[in-house]
């Protein structure tokens, strides 16, 4: 089957900087028209742990079958069976251990959280920056692996609003929904 190679499934796509460091130009995780020239010229580096997706296999104007699915027979599985993935800017990606001695635990729609993943902390920390993202990592009981380049990184504003919404409920209640004040069930 042909596929349509994207900047996501080139090693040299930087995601959390949507550029690709060979070309040195700014590119979308989507882009096809960079990656035809790469190949073309033999630059093109497969990430394999990138799932190719619908769009590898379909043109942009071509119908995507109803029953299309990822292939995620190559991944490899928790104990009980669950493939290990972790849902990246490149898309879904094959999860890999933060560090060596964690082990990860699979969910079949959501897959592995970022904080467990190698890739998933390099995400955490360009968006978040380290302080935030140890605050994550902390929360889900692991350590936060931070690179040599990743120390001092800049911070998104915007991502870590949209992390603190979803952390803190804005209204908190006193009281059960069903339950009046005064009243015992």
């Not at 190698?118 to 935030?132: A, K, M, P, T």
């Not at 889900?140 to 504003?157: H, M, Q």
Request: hydrophobic content about 35%; aromatic content about 8%; charged content about 25%.
């Amino acid at each position: 089957m042909k596929t349509y190679p994207t900047c996501s499934l080139c090693t040299h796509f930087e995601p959390n900087k949507s550029t690709c460091t060979l070309l040195q130009k700014e590119t979308k995780p989507l882009n096809q028209e960079y990656p035809a020239g790469c190949v073309e010229n033999g630059h093109f580096i497969r990430d394999i742990n990138v799932m190719l997706d619908s769009y590898h296999f379909f043109a942009a104007n071509e119908p995507v079958p109803s029953n299309f699915k990822i292939d995620i027979s190559r991944l490899p599985t928790d104990k009980i069976g669950t493939p290990l993935f972790v849902m990246t800017k490149r898309g879904m990606e094959r999860a890999i251990p933060a560090y060596p001695e964690l082990t990860l635990k699979g969910d079949m729609l959501l897959g592995v959280h970022k904080a467990h993943t190698y890739q998933g902390q390099r995400e955490l920390i360009s968006d978040l920056g380290v302080e935030v993202a140890q605050e994550v990592a902390k929360g889900r009981g692991v350590r936060l692996i931070i690179l040599k380049d990743e120390i001092g990184s800049t911070v998104k504003p915007e991502e870590i609003q949209r992390f603190r919404m979803y952390q803190k409920p804005r209204i908190k209640t006193t009281n059960s929904w069903a339950l009046k004040e005064g009243e015992d069930w």
